[in-house]
């Protein structure tokens, strides 16, 4: 989302709102953007039409438990070493960025290691879901449109392998991550502009949270390469991450909160197709 929206541009409020609203923001996300621009909190319900007594106290909430930031993996060595040790090979650091904070890692995997995850993946792909953060169970999201599958934590010698090497280089347990995602996008597939934590202010939040508190990390690793199209894009730093096989882009989120600038999207490919392979990272163990 454009952060650029501040007080002293009134006049062209009308057109930010217009084109936040044609990205797929929601009012919500619109009044916090504006919040942390400095608007007041009056003035931005009134842009956004929010009543200002449904929304206060929540955000008060929210903010707070924004405000406290939390450990958050990271390789050692990240931005100083250009090798870093992931335990049972040294990894590349190909570019770091530290808002938001963005690792591109060559090397991650092998190409025997990508075909496999993708062979074991295929006869498991379905329509990919998405967590609800208003019930805490999952659903179909029409911003996401392509298939998945989850391995389990441990549930091949490679998966275990995979997820041993990531503990390794990112300083966090292995029973902290989430189950292995598989991702196939063809063309015309993506995954629009969303982050990874889970949402304070939402109903379903508390129900998900009980399964290792909140996610503080994600890295996307690159199982193949499409022949166009399908970068991983991070909107509000204007970077752009393109699928190499072996590589991957890691990235974390100290606060469940906007102010972490992690806004990222998966760009619709556009010919061949992209598979991937997602592990994210809880504050405490995952189960």
């Not at 952060?3 to 009012?27: C, M, N, Y």
């Not at 591109?104 to 953060?133: F, K, N, Y």
Request: aromatic share 8%; with cysteine.
């Amino acid at each position: 989302m454009n952060k650029s929206i501040s007080q002293d541009t009134r006049p062209s409020v009308e057109h930010w709102l217009a084109e936040q609203r044609a990205a797929g923001f929601d009012d919500l996300s619109l009044y916090r953007s504006l919040r942390d621009a400095g608007w007041e909190h009056l003035a931005a319900c009134q842009w956004v039409g929010l009543k200002p007594a449904a929304i206060e106290p929540p955000l008060q909430s929210a903010t707070l438990a924004a405000q406290a930031e939390r450990s958050v993996p990271w390789p050692q060595g990240a931005g100083v070493r250009p090798w870093l040790d992931a335990g049972d090979r040294r990894v590349q650091a190909l570019a770091v960025m530290h808002a938001p904070e963005v690792i591109v890692l060559g090397q991650l995997l092998d190409a025997q290691e990508c075909e496999a995850l993708i062979e074991a993946a295929r006869p498991r792909m379905q329509r990919s879901l998405t967590v609800s953060v208003k019930t805490g169970g999952e659903e179909e999201n029409i911003d996401r449109t392509s298939q998945g599958m989850f391995f389990e934590r441990g549930e091949t010698e490679l998966i275990a392998r995979i997820e041993q090497r990531l503990a390794q280089l990112l300083n966090w347990p292995v029973e902290n991550g989430e189950g292995l995602q598989i991702l196939r996008y063809v063309p015309g597939t993506e995954y629009k502009p969303h982050y990874d934590y889970f949402d304070p202010l939402e109903p379903g939040t508390p129900t998900i949270l009980r399964r290792g508190g909140q996610r503080v990390a994600t890295v996307v690793m690159y199982l193949n390469e499409p022949e166009e199209g399908g970068a991983t894009v991070f909107p509000d730093a204007q970077f752009e991450c393109l699928p190499v096989r072996g590589n991957a882009v890691f990235f974390n989120y100290s606060r469940p909160d906007p102010s972490s600038h992690s806004l990222h999207a998966g760009a619709p490919v556009i010919r061949g197709e992209k598979w991937i392979a997602t592990k994210w990272l809880r504050e405490g163990r995952f189960g």
